[in-house]
């Protein structure tokens, strides 16, 4: 099925432990952006890349970095984790008319 | 700096009436309004949109109004169902800012049967 795939599900790490954040899209859209959802302030976006190769920074990205690996993958790496990013993180694939598909999320815990 | 708000993180609606949730945004840039449905452990999902140049746009059960002089838009859904019960996001967009979308925070649907 068509869609944006983000793994893993879930994932606990420990205080400055790093990981990588997967996403992959088959609709053959230029844009994908990254979020992450807290409780009381909505989606924050992170990341984006408007096409393959670029990258820009959102509201919150610090912490953070990307790797727009071709036009399908977009992931999201952090390098040495901290409390502060527990959260659940949605990726999303956009269509030229600006409509978002999200992936069903990875929901990070760091202890 | 919240750009878009979302006062109430709740709301209890009985089942048959209208749920009517509220999102106010400061942006005067912002000329295309969206609303995102949101189930537990999935991603959110497109509901319905409202470009700056209209003030109401309808889908089935949904409504969505824009009141741009008071920089404030409503969702209603008539008539509300249990299958409704769910997280919604109001969003905003520029179009000098591409396609990137600015979230509100959430309000937490409970239609009772």
């Known amino acids: 099925n068509a869609g944006v795939t983000q793994t893993p599900k879930f994932q606990v790490l420990k205080t400055g432990q790093s990981m990588t954040l997967q996403c992959a899209q088959d609709m053959n859209h230029n844009s994908m952006y990254w979020y992450r959802q807290d409780p009381g302030m909505g989606l924050r976006l992170i990341y984006y890349?408007?096409?393959?190769?670029?990258?820009d920074k959102g509201e919150v990205p610090n912490g953070y970095n990307v790797s727009r690996l071709n036009k399908r993958e977009f992931s999201l790496r952090l390098e040495s984790a901290a409390p502060s990013q527990t959260s659940v993180y949605f990726c999303?694939?956009?269509?030229?008319?600006?409509?978002?598909?999200f992936g069903s999320g990875t929901r990070l815990t760091v202890v | 700096d919240q750009q878009v708000k979302q006062n109430s993180p709740s709301l209890s609606v009985q089942e048959g009436r209208i749920s009517i949730l509220n999102c106010d945004y400061t942006n005067s840039m912002f000329d295309y309004f969206l609303w995102y449905k949101k189930y537990p452990a999935e991603g959110p999902t497109f509901l319905i949109s409202?470009?700056?140049?209209?003030d109401k746009n309808e889908d089935g059960r949904f409504t969505v109004f824009l009141n741009k002089s008071a920089k404030h838009l409503s969702l209603h859904i008539v008539p509300s169902q249990p299958g409704d019960s769910a997280v919604y996001f109001c969003?905003?967009?520029?179009?000098?800012?591409?396609?990137?979308?600015?979230f509100g925070e959430g309000t937490q649907l409970t239609v009772n049967p």
């Open positions: 969003a905003a967009s520029a179009r000098t800012s591409g396609s990137r979308l600015t």
């Open positions: 999303a694939s956009v269509e030229p008319g600006g409509g978002y598909t």
């Open positions: 890349s408007a096409s393959e190769g670029t990258t």
């Open positions: 409202i470009s700056s140049i209209k």
